[in-house]
């Protein structure tokens, strides 16, 4: 199973319209998880274009800084719980870092979040790309496509998530959507 990811999107605010070269990334996955800030539909329908969709709300979805509030969708909730290939994968926008908040381990941010334990989570939030273990949990922040780091708006990241059938194995790789390349230091098999 090939999953694209994606996070922080912030359209219209950083750009008009995603990067065309998300497509590209995402040519034949079968699923596309958005970790949230995505500040309107539109980009939900455009991903939808590649594969199915499902998203989390991220503070910006829900109103902050003035924005307006993203509506109700079906493809859109607070929080998701997917499974794919034997894998859990949890969706939301914030992860605490468990290094810099011993208060709030990765197992609590999996039962207030999720309810249950899961294998990866899938957040956003920081515009930083990382990828992370926490005791046993892979946590993957793809970045964002069009606001990396903060910066300024221009293209930045995605990441590319494979599982293979029956938890035998799997592999990220975070894409930098200037050069399509990945980008060295983020790809980890597992």
């Known amino acids: 199973m090939k999953?694209?990811?994606i996070?922080?999107?912030?359209i219209p605010e950083a750009m008009q319209q995603l990067p065309s070269q998300v497509?590209?990334?995402f040519t034949g996955v079968d699923l596309i998880l958005h970790a949230g800030d995505l500040h309107c539909l539109d980009v939900l329908n455009w991903l939808e274009e590649i594969a199915?969709?499902?998203a989390c709300r991220g503070n910006g979805d829900d109103g902050s800084g003035g924005r307006p509030v993203v509506p109700e969708d079906p493809r859109l909730r607070d929080t998701v719980v997917v499974r794919g290939a034997g894998f859990t994968i949890g969706l939301v926008h914030d992860v605490l870092d468990p290094h810099e908040f011993p208060h709030w381990p990765i197992e609590r941010t999996m039962e207030v979040y999720f309810g249950r334990h899961t294998d990866l989570i899938v957040c956003g939030h920081t515009?930083?790309?990382?990828?992370n273990h926490y005791n046993g949990?892979?946590?993957?922040?793809?970045?964002s496509p069009t606001f990396p780091h903060n910066y300024s708006a221009q293209p930045g990241t995605v990441a590319l998530l494979t599982l293979t059938a029956h938890r035998r194995g799997g592999a990220v790789t975070v894409y930098d959507l200037k050069t399509l390349a990945a980008l060295?230091?983020?790809?980890?098999r597992f």
């Open 23 to 25: 497509r590209t990334v």
């Open 127 to 131: 515009h930083v790309e990382c990828i």
């Open 184 to 188: 060295p230091g983020l790809s980890l």
């Open 52 to 54: 199915p969709v499902l």
């Open 137 to 143: 949990v892979l946590v993957i922040n793809p970045g």
């Open 3 to 5: 999953i694209g990811l």
């Open 7 to 10: 996070s922080d999107t912030h």
